[in-house]
């Protein structure tokens, strides 16, 4: 941090502490159990999944960090929080070195850093253990953006190093092979019109570089699963495009939540409409702005801006178009619009009215993050009841366990839905009660008509007649512990039912 002042270091490292501590009191909640970053057990390191296991999605630090944290499981999630905030605020602080490199003022790079940092819509990642991969993958791109455009000559080795990180954390991260010629192209032709009058031969190079890494990337995830279907066609899994949304409805969400707008106060019930109110009302006059400066930058001729708004619709475009519509995913959405700011507040204080709607830009952020967090901890609080009830119902800790969870589809607003077996990941937080990683849990769900009370739908495809849902769950718990220690059905209330398996 030795570029920013005295200032401006106690407000960072504060705002550092201040989240860090917050997050270290939430437990994990719904994937986050279940999620490779959560200490695992391998037979041996050629049992980590480290290449492609089904297309275009390739994730191998997660899995080595799962075995990490295996061999120290008492430092989870804790340590997991640490590198998420960690990751969160290093890449607000490389935000703020490439709007100095750009030659924006340190009072713009800064302030544009910090509401990046408290943007009411980054909570979901970095309150999350989940969004490890998230995190430290714009971390790592953005680290190759910088050290491509820190000096002159672009430092070549590192940037490659680095770009390699981010996709090995998230598959996203391989934007930063070409986001990193791109910014370095934009750095020295900030003006369209010098484009022209420039020399572009001595730009091949680093385009090239970034698009046949670009290549050997998706050779690498596409092509050996293409490879390893067509060696073994009886596991050959043919793709289909079901796991496609609407694009439009996934790019209205992503874009939608580089505003501050509280959804769950919107969405859950009970709709907390003061909440919603302040976060649409406070928020949207900095973001108007902003917008408002950017379109003149872009139409003057300003590559950086047009440069960022590409980058910002391609992010969004490629969550959107596949099943990542999550506030999560909004993450790296977020922070390049967050460099929308740096015009603005470039002018200020010229511009009265700019304190005031940054004042109220806060207040926004501050009011959505310290919702969403007591919505998490009602959700922790909804974890204990299952922890309680299933340990209170446990003689034998069992090693294989099938879990059958009730759910009567009053589905939420993404992870803030305190319903207690999202909020105890399906079971899974009685690994870490019991100090077991290796259990297996088995985990599927079922429909219950609230006054029928009849199983009316199940992704284990039971079939039944006139039988109630009672009978059809002891039908289910009588079948399953032939190959199951325990059976546990686990209701929204908290409320469990355990049946094990009985030891001779």
């Known amino acids: 941090m030795k570029f920013?002042?005295?200032?401006?270091?106690?407000?960072?490292?504060?705002?550092?502490?201040?989240?860090?501590?917050?997050?270290?009191?939430?437990?994990?909640?719904?994937?986050?159990?279940s999620y490779r970053t959560e200490p695992h057990f391998y037979d041996s390191l050629s049992s980590i999944p480290l290449f492609?296991?089904?297309?275009?999605?390739?994730?191998?630090?997660?899995?080595?960090?799962?075995?990490?944290?295996?061999?120290?499981?008492?430092?989870?999630?804790?340590?997991?929080?640490?590198?998420?905030?960690?990751?969160?605020?290093?890449?607000?602080?490389?935000?703020?070195?490439?709007?100095k490199r750009f030659g924006f003022s340190q009072r713009?790079?800064?302030?544009?850093?910090?509401?990046?940092?408290?943007?009411?819509?980054?909570?979901?990642?970095?309150?999350?253990?989940?969004?490890?991969?998230?995190?430290?993958?714009?971390?790592?791109?953005?680290?190759?953006?910088?050290?491509?455009?820190?000096?002159?000559?672009?430092?070549y080795f590192l940037y490659l190093l680095f770009a390699i990180l981010s996709v090995c954390w998230k598959e996203s991260g391989f934007f930063f092979f070409l986001i990193a010629p791109l910014m370095r192209f934009v750095l020295r032709f900030r003006k369209i019109s010098a484009i022209g009058e420039a020399r572009l031969k001595e730009e091949y190079l680093p385009f090239l570089i970034g698009f046949v890494a670009t290549l050997v990337y998706f050779f690498i995830t596409f092509g050996s699963h293409f490879i390893s279907n067509m060696l073994n066609a009886a596991n050959k899994e043919p793709w289909s495009g079901s796991e496609f949304y609407n694009l439009k409805f996934g790019l209205a969400a992503l874009l939608g939540r580089?505003?501050?707008?509280?959804?769950?106060?919107?969405?859950?019930?009970?709709?907390?409409?003061?909440?919603?109110?302040?976060?649409?009302?406070?928020?949207?006059?900095?973001?108007?702005?902003?917008?408002?400066?950017?379109?003149?930058?872009?139409?003057r001729?300003?590559?950086?801006?047009?440069?960022?708004?590409?980058?910002?619709?391609?992010?969004?475009?490629?969550?959107?178009?596949?099943?990542?519509?999550?506030?999560?995913?909004?993450?790296?959405?977020?922070?390049?619009?967050?460099?929308?700011?740096l015009p603005v507040f470039e002018s200020f204080p010229k511009r009265r009215v700019l304190p005031v709607f940054t004042i109220l830009f806060v207040t926004a952020c501050l009011t959505s993050l310290i919702h969403k967090y007591s919505l998490i901890v009602k959700s922790n609080r909804a974890a204990e009841v299952i922890v309680t009830n299933i340990t209170g119902q446990t003689?034998?800790?069992?090693?294989?366990?099938?879990?059958?969870?009730?759910?009567?589809?009053?589905?939420?607003?993404?992870?803030?839905?305190?319903?207690?077996?999202?909020a105890a990941g399906s079971g899974y937080i009685m690994k870490r009660v019991w100090n077991k990683w290796g259990m297996k849990i088995d985990v599927v769900s079922c429909q219950i008509d609230g006054d029928e009370?009849?199983?009316?739908?199940?992704?284990?495809?039971?079939?039944?007649?006139?039988?109630?849902?009672?009978?059809?769950?002891?039908?289910?718990?009588e079948e399953k512990l032939k190959t199951y220690d325990a059976v546990w059905v686990i209701f929204q209330n908290g409320e469990v039912r355990v049946a094990e398996k009985e030891r001779g």
């Open 258 to 299: 580089i505003i501050p707008v509280d959804l769950p106060s919107l969405l859950l019930s009970p709709r907390n409409y003061c909440v919603a109110f302040v976060s649409i009302v406070f928020g949207m006059p900095l973001i108007a702005l902003s917008f408002i400066y950017a379109l003149k930058k872009i139409f």
């Open 108 to 155: 713009a790079s800064f302030i544009s850093a910090m509401l990046f940092v408290i943007s009411g819509n980054t909570f979901a990642t970095f309150s999350s253990i989940d969004s490890l991969n998230q995190s430290l993958s714009l971390t790592f791109g953005m680290l190759a953006v910088w050290f491509f455009i820190k000096r002159d000559k672009p430092d």
């Open 4 to 33: 920013l002042s005295s200032n401006q270091k106690i407000i960072f490292s504060g705002t550092f502490a201040v989240i860090l501590i917050a997050t270290l009191f939430i437990m994990p909640y719904g994937d986050d159990w």
């Open 453 to 477: 009370k009849e199983l009316i739908k199940t992704n284990i495809k039971l079939k039944f007649d006139n039988r109630t849902a009672e009978e059809e769950i002891g039908r289910t718990i």
């Open 52 to 99: 492609p296991e089904n297309g275009g999605k390739w994730r191998p630090f997660d899995s080595l960090w799962g075995a990490f944290m295996g061999i120290m499981p008492w430092a989870y999630p804790f340590l997991n929080h640490l590198f998420v905030v960690g990751g969160h605020f290093l890449s607000a602080y490389l935000l703020f070195l490439t709007g």
């Open 395 to 422: 003689t034998n800790i069992p090693d294989q366990v099938f879990c059958l969870l009730i759910d009567n589809q009053s589905l939420g607003h993404d992870i803030y839905q305190p319903i207690a077996p999202i």
């Open 301 to 341: 001729g300003d590559s950086l801006m047009c440069a960022i708004f590409c980058i910002v619709l391609v992010f969004a475009v490629s969550h959107a178009s596949v099943n990542a519509i999550t506030e999560m995913n909004s993450y790296p959405c977020i922070f390049f619009a967050s460099f929308f700011f």
